[in-house]
């Protein structure tokens, strides 16, 4: 059961302008890379606000986190769904330290314009 999707607390949220077609790289997560214990005191006070942007490269070893609390790009605004159009992928450009992949969201399926973008926040 998820309860995720009613749209309870969620932020703004993406849509996009036009299709977008099954397999397709969408957008990259980007931010400030941290190290994981800045990112858990920075997550302590996250948690009061009531928001967080953290995302932990945990590919190999959890080392890095990504913040885009302050930097970022529009991926800063993808809300979570436990049916999402988005599937989350590391990749390695210009770098093969596997303690820091880039963070690639992919279309899972066909779509359309106008469609709010979701990706699994837990991914499941």
Not at 39 to 47: L, N
Not at 69 to 93: E, K, M, R, T
């Amino acid at each position: 059961v998820c309860d995720w999707d009613t749209g309870v607390g969620q932020g703004w949220g993406v849509r996009t302008l036009q299709r977008i077609r099954k397999n397709s790289f969408v957008m990259e997560y980007v931010g400030e890379i941290i190290t994981s214990e800045e990112a858990e005191r920075r997550g302590q006070v996250y948690d009061r606000q009531g928001a967080t942007y953290l995302f932990d490269l945990d590919y190999v070893e959890d080392v890095y986190t990504v913040d885009a609390a302050h930097y970022g790009n529009i991926s800063h605004f993808v809300n979570h769904s436990c049916d999402p159009n988005l599937q989350v992928y590391n990749v390695f450009i210009e770098n093969l330290d596997q303690r820091l992949p880039r963070i690639a969201l992919f279309a899972t399926r066909p779509i359309r314009a106008g469609e709010e973008l979701t990706f699994d926040y837990n991914m499941h």
